[in-house]
C-alpha cells in the first residue's frame, strides 16, 4: 500500500531553512549589495571578542612562561565579553558560545601542562569545519551557497542552474583553503612547541584571513546578468549588482 502525499503545507520549507541558517551565521549585506565583511564577522565586538583572550595567553605566557596566569587571563577576558553580551541582552548563545570555547582550550593546557596545546582545540575545529564543506560540495549542497543565496534572494533556486551551482562550489572552495591554510601553516609550529609563532599566527590567521576569505567567496559567486541585444544586434555580459 502506499503512503498518501504529504500536503505541500506540511514539508519542510527548505528556503526558509536555508535563510535561518544564513541568518544564525551572521553573513550580512549591505545596502550597495555588496557583503558587509565586517559586520558578518561580528562587527569591533566580535573581533575583540575573537582577538582578545588569545592575545593575552599568548603575550603572557611568551614573557612569563606562567601558564595558570595566562590561561587565566584569556579565561577572565572571554568572561567579561560574555557578561557584557548578557547584559546588553544578546543572544545567550553568542555570548556562552566565545567563554566556551576558550574554557575549552584552557582546559586542555591545563591538563596537558604544555601551553601550546592551548591552540589544539581548534585545530579540531578547522578540520571539522574543512569535512562539513568537503561534504556541502560533494552532495551539491555548497555551503557558500545557503550563506549567500539566502541574502541574495536566491533562496535555493542556484541548485538547479549549473553556473550558479559551480560558482558557489567555488566558493565554498575558497572557504575550505583558508581552514586547509590554517592547519598547514599552525601545525608545524606546535610540532616545533614554538607558542609565541603559532599564537601570532593563530590570531593572524583568525577572524581577519576569514573575512578575506569570506569576501572572495562572495566575489567570485556574484551572479552575472545578460543585457539584452542592443539595437545593433550585439549582446554583452556584465556583472549584476550583488
Given at each position: 500500500?502506499?503512503?498518501?502525499?504529504?500536503?505541500?503545507?506540511?514539508?519542510?520549507?527548505?528556503?526558509?531553512?536555508?535563510?535561518?541558517?544564513?541568518?544564525?551565521?551572521?553573513?550580512?549585506?549591505?545596502?550597495?549589495?555588496?557583503?558587509?565583511?565586517?559586520?558578518?564577522?561580528?562587527?569591533?565586538?566580535?573581533?575583540?571578542?575573537?582577538?582578545?583572550?588569545?592575545l593575552l595567553f599568548t603575550l603572557l605566557y611568551t614573557v612569563g612562561a606562567e601558564l595558570n596566569v595566562s590561561l587565566g587571563a584569556a579565561v577572565a577576558a572571554a568572561a567579561v565579553f560574555s557578561v557584557a553580551n548578557l547584559i546588553q541582552r544578546r543572544p545567550l548563545m553568542q555570548s556562552l558560545t566565545g567563554?566556551?570555547?576558550?574554557?575549552?582550550?584552557?582546559?586542555?593546557?591545563?591538563?596537558?601542562?604544555?601551553?601550546?596545546?592551548?591552540?589544539?582545540?581548534?585545530?579540531?575545529?578547522?578540520?571539522?569545519?574543512?569535512?562539513?564543506?568537503?561534504?556541502?560540495?560533494?552532495?551539491?549542497?555548497?555551503?557558500?551557497?545557503?550563506?549567500?543565496?539566502?541574502?541574495?534572494?536566491?533562496?535555493?533556486?542556484?541548485?538547479?542552474?549549473?553556473?550558479?551551482?559551480?560558482?558557489?562550489?567555488?566558493?565554498?572552495?575558497?572557504?575550505?583553503?583558508?581552514?586547509?591554510?590554517?592547519?598547514?601553516?599552525?601545525?608545524?609550529?606546535?610540532?616545533?612547541?614554538?607558542?609565541?609563532?603559532?599564537?601570532?599566527?593563530?590570531?593572524?590567521?583568525?577572524?581577519?584571513?576569514?573575512?578575506?576569505?569570506?569576501?572572495?567567496?562572495?566575489?567570485?559567486?556574484?551572479?552575472?546578468?545578460?543585457?539584452?541585444?542592443?539595437?545593433?544586434?550585439?549582446?554583452?555580459?556584465?556583472?549584476?549588482?550583488?
Amino acid at each position: 500500500m502506499s503512503t498518501p502525499e504529504q500536503p505541500d503545507e506540511a514539508r519542510p520549507d527548505l528556503n526558509s531553512l536555508a535563510g535561518q541558517y544564513a541568518s544564525r551565521a551572521g553573513v550580512e549585506r549591505r545596502e550597495d549589495g555588496q557583503i558587509d565583511v565586517l559586520k558578518s564577522v561580528g562587527g569591533v565586538r566580535g573581533l575583540a571578542e575573537a582577538i582578545v583572550p588569545g592575545l593575552l595567553f599568548t603575550l603572557l605566557y611568551t614573557v612569563g612562561a606562567e601558564l595558570n596566569v595566562s590561561l587565566g587571563a584569556a579565561v577572565a577576558a572571554a568572561a567579561v565579553f560574555s557578561v557584557a553580551n548578557l547584559i546588553q541582552r544578546r543572544p545567550l548563545m553568542q555570548s556562552l558560545t566565545g567563554v566556551a570555547g576558550v574554557a575549552i582550550c584552557a582546559f586542555v593546557a591545563l591538563r596537558s601542562g604544555d601551553g601550546a596545546t592551548y591552540f589544539v582545540p581548534g585545530f579540531y575545529l578547522n578540520g571539522a569545519y574543512i569535512l562539513a564543506f568537503l561534504i556541502s560540495i560533494a552532495v551539491k549542497w555548497p555551503v557558500a551557497g545557503l550563506l549567500f543565496g539566502a541574502i541574495r534572494g536566491e533562496n535555493l533556486d542556484w541548485r538547479s542552474r549549473p553556473v550558479r551551482l559551480k560558482a558557489y562550489i567555488w566558493a565554498s572552495w575558497i572557504i575550505v583553503a583558508v581552514f586547509a591554510l590554517r592547519l598547514a601553516v599552525q601545525l608545524p609550529l606546535f610540532l616545533a612547541d614554538n607558542v609565541a609563532a603559532l599564537g601570532t599566527m593563530r590570531l593572524a590567521m583568525g577572524v581577519p584571513l576569514y573575512a578575506l576569505g569570506l569576501w572572495l567567496a562572495w566575489v567570485v559567486s556574484r551572479p552575472s546578468a545578460i543585457v539584452p541585444e542592443t539595437a545593433g544586434g550585439s549582446a554583452s555580459t556584465s556583472v549584476a549588482g550583488d
